[in-house]
């Protein structure tokens, strides 16, 4: 069975990007850091509608963690097809008011962590010759984001990973992409009021916001073999916005 490795998958885009992977005949490695009840949850209707799926605990700051942690997941369900980088964070400050705790964490979680993770399975990926790696960015990380100075730099830094690397292990015949949503309903703007919401949908030409499943499309495309000639893109999920 080819199996799909997804982190941050115990909510949000990562949760939606498991169902729509399992859905797709992929075995699914549901990884989380604090979502464990989340993460039991997805493997559970994964597995009520006949697919194949396990949770798994995994820091992805930790590399010594995360190289474990892919070894065991290569061992008990089997061989790595697909990493999907979608763990992070999200913060919002003045570019002054950030500290230097809060630069590190940030980007040590939304691009370490991609790069702890992506070190880990393409041993295996090199090997067997083939691979996909897609990286969850933001619209941040293409444009900037005021007041997201931090989160902007590690997924603009993100993006330029992927460029990179599509290059370096496309004779391996690996693949290396992201999607880069824009405003999508999850836990990172639930603290928008109404007014911003409404703000940003209509800032957005299809005049709707995001959801977790849009942005999950995108992945089970880049997944698929349909998607098997293109490597080092940046994918916008985005409704339009900043066309």
Known sequence: MKVAVITGAGRGIGAAAALRLARDGFGVAVCYNNSFDGAEKIVAEISSAGGSAKAYRMNIIDSAEVNAVI????????????????????????????????????????????????????????????????????????????????????????????????KEVGLSGITVNCVSPGVIL????????????????????????????????????????EADFITGQD???????YI
């Not at 603290?191 to 209509?202: I, P, Q, R, V, Y």
């Open 71 to 166: 070894e065991q997941i290569e061992r008990e369900i089997g061989e790595i097809a697909v990493l999907v980088n979608n763990a992070g964070i999200a913060e919002q400050a003045l570019f002054t008011d950030i500290t230097d705790e809060m630069w590190h964490r940030m980007i040590e979680t939304n691009l370490s962590g991609a790069f702890y993770c992506s070190r880990a399975v393409l041993p295996f990926m090199i090997r067997r010759k083939s691979g996909k790696i897609i990286n969850i960015a933001s619209i941040w990380g293409e444009t900037g984001g005021s007041c997201e100075v931090h989160y902007s730099a590690a997924k603009a830094g993100l993006i330029g990973m992927t460029k990179a690397l599509a």
């Open 186 to 225: 999850t836990h990172m703007t639930a603290h928008f009021d109404s007014d911003t919401m409404n703000a940003l949908k209509e800032e957005t030409p299809l005049n709707r916001i995001g959801t977790p499943e849009d942005v999950a499309g995108a992945v089970a495309f880049l997944a698929s073999p």
């Open 235 to 241: 994918i916008p999920v985005n409704g339009g916005m």
